[in-house]
């Protein structure tokens, strides 16, 4: 048993840190305001390596374990605290890994190069306007027709859209491949978006995450080679969920690095402000919510280097069960956003009239990370049926 990274894990963390807070950092104001991640900063990002950075050496990424690339997750969440940059980042790599896994390979020589190089967006469209949590009942379908695919329906709330649209690139995309059945009649496929015949695309205007886009995904007799498929037909429901663990576990280690910051600047700032002839730092008060805050975050990074650990040695050792993975995973995604929101909530209120101003930029961080609470990757009451079926067993999983 080790509670802390390993030498290089170490030197690796430190070197994301000083290359996020120059290149990051910098711009998060401007990536909030703006409402877009400049480009140079996604190719700088791509430059260092991180963009896919789980995606296998011969498509241009560095084969990451996951415990990296949830180190490189909440060092970017630390510098973006809006989560915005994190975002575009982990939905490369969680759903990179994935198409790295299954896809064909001439669909990844297609499409994976240019992920790891920033010229292209990687992400995921399962939720349609009907719901997000009952994957299962997806309305979107895709059939086979003269060897290609033929894809109908709709995505909505997905993240990247205006990205995908601008940059190229596209979607691992749930899809329904045989509508008598439920999540045995879902497949997995990907989906360009960019000047692809029969894609209309619309961009929602959000509460956060302003740096990147949310937004529709109409879908009309899209054709898309038959390579495109991702595994096999029917069984997309069991890829997906493999995917899901992958994002959810980035985006855990996402809200602990945002949180982190925050409780960091909170405690610098209650030090040097003071009230009542001490400082804020000097009053029970504070030091009580301070105690609860970190140990809150200490436990929840605790459990996401778990998550991590898990999915590294399932899928490196092969000998954590998929069961295992799922309920440790859930648990990081349950805990990690609501921990984030509160301890950022909390600095947000030390600081006083200051904290309400958008130059504080705390108030970017609470907004990001309520995406996370709302459900982007899952939502949370989708944790806890996660986490009581694999307790109980599927026999009490709720109809
Ligand atoms: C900013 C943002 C970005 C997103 N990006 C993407 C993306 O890139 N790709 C993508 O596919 N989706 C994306 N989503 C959608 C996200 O996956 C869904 O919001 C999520 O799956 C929940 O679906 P829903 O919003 O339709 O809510 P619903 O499924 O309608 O659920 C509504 C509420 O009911 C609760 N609920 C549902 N079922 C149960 C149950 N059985 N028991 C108890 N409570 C239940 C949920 O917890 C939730 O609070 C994004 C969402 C947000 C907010």
């Given amino acids: 048993m080790d509670f802390s990274f390993n030498e290089e894990q170490e ?26 991640i400049p480009h140079e900063v996604l190719e700088s990002m791509a430059g260092f390596g991180l963009l896919g950075i789980t ?27 809006s989560m915005a940059t994190a975002v575009y980042y982990l939905v490369g790599a969680g759903w990179g890994f994935l198409m790295n896994r299954y896809g064909t390979r001439i669909a990844k020589e297609e499409i994976l190069p240019d992920v790891t190089t920033g010229k292209k967006f990687l992400g995921i469209a399962s939720t349609e306007a009907s719901g997000g949590s009952d994957i299962a009942s997806i309305s979107t379908t895709m059939e086979k027709r003269n060897e290609r695919l033929v894809i109908n329906g709709a995505k909505s709330f997905i993240s990247g859209v205006r990205e995908a649209t601008r940059y190229g690139g596209g979607y691992v995309t749930v899809v329904k491949t045989d509508p008598q059945l439920s999540h045995k009649g879902l497949s997995l496929c990907y ?15 959000q509460m ?10 109409d879908i009309n007799n899209v054709e898309v080679p038959e390579h495109y498929l991702i595994g096999e037909w029917n069984s997309g429901f069991y890829y997906a ?17 945002a949180a982190e910051k925050a409780l960091e600047s909170g405690i610098e700032y209650i030090k040097e402000r003071h009230a009542f002839g001490a400082p804020l730092a000097k009053y029970e008060g504070m030091q009580f919510q301070l105690a609860d805050d970190y140990t809150r975050l200490e436990s929840a990074r605790l459990l996401v280097y778990k998550a991590a650990w898990m999915l590294d040695r399932m899928y490196v050792e092969d000998r954590i069960s998929q069961n295992d993975v799922n309920k440790a995973v859930a648990c990081a995604k349950l805990v990690a956003p609501t921990t984030a ?13 200051y904290g309400y101003t958008r130059e504080a930029g705390l108030e970017r961080g609470l907004r990001g990370v ?3 609470i709302i459900g982007a ?11 009581g079926r694999e307790i109980l067993g599927k026999e009490f999983a709720p109809h």
Avoid: H
Wanted: proline letters at 1%.
């Fill in 11 to 36: 030197l690796f963390r430190k070197s994301v840190r000083e290359f996020c807070t120059k290149n990051i950092a910098t711009r998060a104001s401007e990536i909030d305001e703006k409402g877009e």
């Fill in 55 to 81: 995606i296998s050496e011969e498509y241009g990424g560095s084969g990451a374990d996951f415990t990296t690339a949830a180190i490189v997750a909440g060092e970017i969440a630390r510098a973006d605290i």
């Fill in 191 to 205: 989906m360009p978006v960019k000047d692809t015949s029969g894609v209309t695309t619309s961009i929602f205007k």
């Fill in 208 to 217: 956060g995450r302003e740096g990147i886009s949310t937004g529709t995904i």
């Fill in 241 to 257: 969920m493999e995917g899901f663990n992958c994002a959810r576990t980035l985006v855990a280690a996402a809200c602990i690095g």
């Fill in 341 to 353: 929101f509160d301890i950022i909530k909390d600095v947000l209120t030390w600081y006083g009239a």
């Fill in 370 to 372: 309520y995406s996370y």
């Fill in 377 to 387: 990757e899952g939502a949370q009451n989708i944790m806890k049926l996660i986490i």
